[in-house]
């Protein structure tokens, strides 16, 4: 894992990302960004694309620099990525710091604060 970013990334999530950014030919360069759920219950959800997608650099591991909305750094900030496969294909999960609630798909988070 690469500490001390704004974005921690497991060693799997790595090599995935490396793998999705090659065959998508922006070998190195992936973007992530958080999408709002539709219900309006505070989910964010992560989505990541090939490329920079005009995003500022915000974690680089092993050969691939991760790179995001700058407005949103700061909600990235803590949160870790990983990545699991099994026989049933794969995905991208979440891993949310202290105040904050993972979803059930593993894919987003909210604030578990109550105000």
């Known amino acids: 894992m690469q500490r001390g970013q704004a ?3 497991t060693p ?6 490396i793998r999705q950014a090659s065959f998508a030919g922006t070998p190195g ?5 958080l999408v709002e759920d539709s219900c309006a219950s505070g989910w964010l959800y992560i989505r990541l694309r ?8 915000i974690a680089r591991a092993d050969g691939v620099t991760i ?5 949103q750094i700061g909600l990235l900030k803590g949160l870790c990525l990983s990545y699991y496969g099994d026989l049933s294909g794969g995905g991208f999960l979440i891993n949310a710091p202290d105040g904050y ?12 604060l109550k105000n």
Do not use: Q
């Not at 360069?29 to 960004?33: E, Q, S, T």
């Not at 090939?50 to 650099?57: S, V």
């Not at 790179?67 to 407005?71: H, I, Q, R």
């Open 12 to 17: 799997n999530a790595v090599a995935e990302l």
């Open 7 to 9: 974005l921690t990334v």
């Open 29 to 33: 360069l992936m973007h992530i960004d």
């Open 101 to 112: 609630e993972s979803s059930s798909c593993g894919s987003g988070f909210r604030s578990s």
């Open 50 to 57: 090939p490329g920079d997608c005009a995003g500022i650099p």
């Open 67 to 71: 790179f995001a909305p700058s407005n």
